[in-house]
């Protein structure tokens, strides 16, 4: 059983890897990795390099169904979105990205399969 986001995040990845034969463009999705603890010093170089709390923690740069790529934003259990992701989330859909926030790995391969086959869905 996965029992925590980065372990589900994980089993996405490892998903992606495996349907990559099957649609290609999985190939190139990838983590953003702006959350998480860190140092009080990396977390200063980090930021002083571009990363941005909000951002969604996986990107598909493949444009799909008149959408110029994919964000899904990682949850577990009862967590829900932070202000700057909600942000985020309405930014990026308002300038062309289709997006989703999803609880389980199970849940991100299904958006993700729907996003590559052209499936209508919306987010909440």
């Not at 170089?45 to 571009?50: N, P, S, T």
């Not at 941005?52 to 899904?72: H, I, M, R, T």
Request: aromatic share 12%; net charge negative; with cysteine.
């Amino acid at each position: 059983m996965v029992s925590s986001e980065a372990e589900e995040q994980a089993a996405v990845i490892e998903w992606a890897g495996w349907m990559a034969g099957r649609y290609p463009c999985l190939k190139w999705i990838y983590h953003c990795p702006n959350g998480g603890h860190r140092h009080k010093g990396e977390a200063a170089r980090l930021k002083a390099q571009g990363v941005k709390a909000g951002v969604s923690d996986l990107f598909l740069p493949y444009p799909c169904g008149g959408y110029a790529g994919l964000y899904v934003e990682m949850k577990h259990g009862r967590n829900g979105t932070t202000a700057a992701q909600e942000e985020f989330l309405a930014y990026a859909a308002s300038v062309g990205y289709k997006t989703a926030v999803c609880y389980s790995a199970d849940e991100a391969m299904a958006v993700i399969t729907g996003y590559l086959e052209g499936e209508a869905w919306t987010r909440d």
